[in-house]
C-alpha cells in the first residue's frame, strides 16, 4: 500500500533535537517514496529513502526552476504566481543557466585552493578561542566561535568588509532562520540586494584580491553578480555556522566522542564527514518533474512537486549501519549532506577545511567544555528554517 505523509512535522520528538522528525523516520520505514498533499491540493510525493533521493538530484529530469516550485510544502499560496529566480542566483536554476553563473566559480573553489586556506582558519579559529578563553566562562559558542569563524573567511574571500558583517548576518538569519514574516524577509532581501550593489560596484571601481572581482572581469551583469554574491555569502555563512554550533552540541550530549577524537587526530576527516551526515542542518529541497519519470515503482506526472528530504537519506538503515547513531570513526560515508549532481554545494571543501580546523581547536582547547544550561533549554531554530541548528549555546568550562 502506497504510504502518505499528511504534513511535514513542525516540531522535532522531545528530546531528540539530533534525530529527523519522527513521523519523517516512520515515512521511511514504510518505503522510500510517500504521497504528500500539498496544501493548495496539489499531489506530490516526499522521498526520504537514500537511493532515490540521490537519482533525483541526479537526473535532470527533474528541475530546480524557481518558477517552476508553485507548491510550497507549508502555505498555500493559492493563485500567486512564482517569478523566474533574479539573475545570478544559480541554484534555483537548471542548465544552461545554471552552468553560466557556476562554471566561473568552480576553479575558485577546488579542494586545493581551499586546503590553501587552512593556515588562515586556523589563525582565525585561534584568535577568537583566545578571545572566548581571556571572556572566561560560561559563553554563547554560537556568537563568540560558530559564527565569526565562518563570517571572517567568505567575507575575505568575497572582499566583503568584515566590518558590514552584522547587517548581513541578521539578514541572512531572517532569509534562513524560519520565524520571519513576508514584509520582515522582504525589506531583509532588499536591504542586502542594496549592499551587494554597492559593493559590486565599488569591486568593479577599484578590483581587490578577491572572488567578486576576479568576476567583474568577466561578462557578468552587476544584477548577475549580486545574485551569485547573495548565494556564496549566504551558504558559506550560515550552513557553516550552524554545523560548528549544533556539532558542539552534538558532541557535548555524547562525551565518548569528542574524547576518542582529542585520543586519535586522525579521526578528524571521518568525523566531520559523520557530523554532516547525523546533523544534515540543509534538511529538504524541492524538485519538479519535467516528464512523466518512473521512480521507485510510481510514475511521477510532468509538473509534479518533489520533496527531498536529506536528514532522512542521510539517517537511510539501508544505506548506512546504525544510522540513528553518531560514530566518529564511521566507514560508510557517502552522505547527501552537500547534495549531489550538478548543483552539489559549490562551497563544500571550504565548510570541510573550516570544520577540520576549528572543531578539534575547540576540543582541545576546552577539554572540559560542556552545557551551561540544560539540554532541553538550547534555543533551537524552529523546523521551518531552511537551514537547522541553534541559535544560542550557552558552554561553560574549568578554570
Known amino acids: 500500500m502506497e504510504h502518505t505523509v499528511t504534513t511535514l512535522p513542525a516540531t522535532r520528538e522531545p528530546g ?3 534525530d529527523p522528525p519522527a513521523e519523517l523516520i516512520d515515512a521511511r520505514r514504510h518505503g522510500p517514496i510517500s504521497r504528500y498533499p500539498f496544501p493548495d491540493g496539489h499531489e506530490g510525493w516526499l522521498i526520504t529513502g537514500y537511493d532515490l533521493v540521490r537519482s533525483v538530484l541526479a537526473d535532470p529530469r527533474f528541475s530546480s526552476r524557481k518558477e517552476l516550485m508553485r507548491h510550497h510544502p507549508l502555505i498555500d499560496f493559492g493563485e500567486i504566481e512564482v517569478p523566474p529566480a533574479p539573475p545570478g542566483e544559480f541554484l534555483l536554476m537548471d542548465d544552461p543557466q545554471h552552468s553560466r553563473y557556476r562554471k566561473p566559480l568552480v576553479g575558485k573553489f577546488t579542494v586545493r585552493r581551499m586546503r590553501l586556506l587552512t593556515e588562515r582558519v586556523e589563525q582565525v579559529t585561534a584568535d577568537h578561542l583566545d578571545a572566548m578563553e581571556k571572556a572566561g566562562p560560561p559563553a554563547d559558542l554560537v556568537t563568540a566561535f560558530a559564527r565569526p569563524i565562518p563570517a571572517v573567511i567568505i567575507c575575505e574571500l568575497l572582499g566583503v568588509p568584515y566590518e558590514d558583517r552584522g547587517s548581513f548576518q541578521d539578514n541572512i538569519d531572517k532569509f534562513l532562520g524560519g520565524e520571519t514574516g513576508d514584509e520582515e524577509l522582504f525589506a531583509a532581501y532588499t536591504a542586502t540586494q542594496r549592499y551587494l550593489a554597492e559593493l559590486v560596484a565599488a569591486k568593479r571601481a577599484n578590483p581587490t584580491d578577491d572572488v567578486l572581482s576576479d568576476l567583474t572581469d568577466s561578462d557578468l551583469t552587476d544584477e548577475e553578480l549580486q545574485g551569485i554574491a547573495l548565494i556564496l555569502l549566504s551558504a558559506g555563512f550560515d550552513t557553516t555556522a550552524n554545523m560548528l554550533a549544533l556539532g558542539t552540541f552534538a558532541l557535548l550530549r555524547h562525551p565518548e566522542q569528542p574524547a576518542a577524537w582529542r585520543a586519535d587526530p586522525a579521526l578528524t576527516d571521518s568525523a566531520v564527514e559523520e557530523l554532516l551526515r547525523y546533523l544534515s542542518v540543509a534538511k529538504t529541497f524541492m524538485r519538479t518533474a519535467l516528464e512523466d519519470v518512473e521512480l521507485g515503482g510510481r510514475t511521477i506526472a510532468a509538473g509534479t512537486a518533489v520533496i527531498l528530504s536529506y536528514n532522512t537519506a542521510n539517517r537511510d538503515p539501508e544505506r548506512f549501519a546504525d544510522p540513528h547513531v553518531l560514530d566518529l570513526g564511521r566507514q560508510d560515508g557517502g552522505h547527501l549532506a552537500f547534495g549531489h549532481g550538478i548543483h552539489q554545494c559549490l ?26 544550561v540544560p539540554a532541553e533549554e538550547v534555543d533551537l531554530r524552529p523546523e521551518a528554517a531552511d537551514v537547522y541548528g541553534v541559535k544560542s549555546l550557552p558552554v561553560t568550562w574549568d578554570v
Open 16 to 18: 531528540c533535537p539530533f
Open 347 to 372: 562551497g563544500q571543501q571550504l565548510a570541510r577545511v573550516e570544520m577540520r580546523v576549528a572543531f578539534p581547536a575547540l576540543l582541545n582547547r576546552f577539554p572540559t567544555l560542556r552545557l551551561a
